[in-house]
T-cell receptor
Framework: ETGVTQSPTHLIKTRGQQVTLRCSSQSGHNTVSWYQQALGQGPQFIFQYYREEENGRGNFPPRFSGLQFPNYSSELNVNALELDDSALYLC?????????????FGPGTRLTVT | AQSVTQLDSHVSVSEGTPVLLRCNYSSSYSPSLFWYVQHPNKGLQLLLKYTSAATLVKGINGFEAEFKKSETSFHLTKPSAHMSDAAEYFCVVPLSGSARQLTFGSGTQLTVLP
């Protein structure tokens, strides 16, 4: 167990809707990264938040957005859902200030878009 | 740019026999490298990490990996496979830059036969 929690566990949405996924980071970690893992593939980096600011972004459109709160928990928002957004969404936390970049993952949220 | 290539998409071994999962990296310098494991319907767990302190890295559950600069390889091994080792394994490199986002290999599915 990493101490990283995500909610909800599973979610079913309709194309065009909006969704919010939530993540609580491990105690002592101030950085949260989000990844999308499509079926049969490795995770792809969406973006990272460090001290409530976006700190890097992968090749994802602006309809993927996020927030980080003062307690370092985070949200991932996806607008105008498309069928290809169906995936496992993983949150990872890390203690960037300590110069350690390994990331600790939560169990993920399985999103299905119909 | 840093990247990793996992040479086998599927590996099948018998219980009690050695495991070898192959990973080559591409980088202009000695990178940090990680191996993560993902059991079915679970998040990613850090198995071990290489950060240039020692070329032979020992991880959890009896796994180890050796960093070989001359071969640009970071293969994962275990002397004796256990049924519980059946999972997807990812070789991972953190990219340079502020976010140090993780770039995953395509994964190797390990099957352990009784």
């Amino acid at each position: 167990e990493t101490g990283v929690t995500q909610s909800p566990t599973h979610l079913i949405k309709t194309r065009g809707q909006q969704v919010t996924l939530r993540c609580s980071s491990q105690s002592g970690h101030n950085t949260v990264s989000w990844y999308q893992q499509a079926l049969g593939q490795g995770p792809q980096f969406i973006f990272q938040y460090y001290r409530e600011e976006e700190n890097g972004r992968g090749n994802f459109p602006p309809r993927f957005s996020g927030l980080q709160f003062p307690n370092y928990s985070s949200e991932l928002n996806v607008n105008a859902l498309e069928l290809d957004d169906s995936a496992l969404y993983l949150c990872a936390s890390s203690g960037r200030d300590r110069g350690r970049y390994e990331q600790y993952f939560g169990p993920g949220t399985r999103l299905t878009v119909t | 740019a840093q990247s990793v290539t996992q040479l086998d998409s599927h590996v099948s071994v018998s219980e009690g026999t050695p495991v070898l999962l192959r990973c080559n990296y591409s980088s202009s310098y000695s990178p940090s490298l990680f191996w993560y494991v993902q059991h079915p319907n679970k998040g990613l767990q850090l198995l071990l990490k290489y950060t240039s302190a020692a070329t032979l890295v020992k991880g959890i559950n009896g796994f180890e990996a050796e960093f070989k600069k001359s071969e640009t390889s970071f293969h994962l091994t275990k002397p004796s496979a256990h049924m519980s080792d059946a999972a997807e394994y990812f070789c991972v490199v953190p990219l340079s830059g502020s976010a140090r986002q993780l770039t995953f290999g395509s994964g190797t599915q390990l099957t352990v036969l009784p």
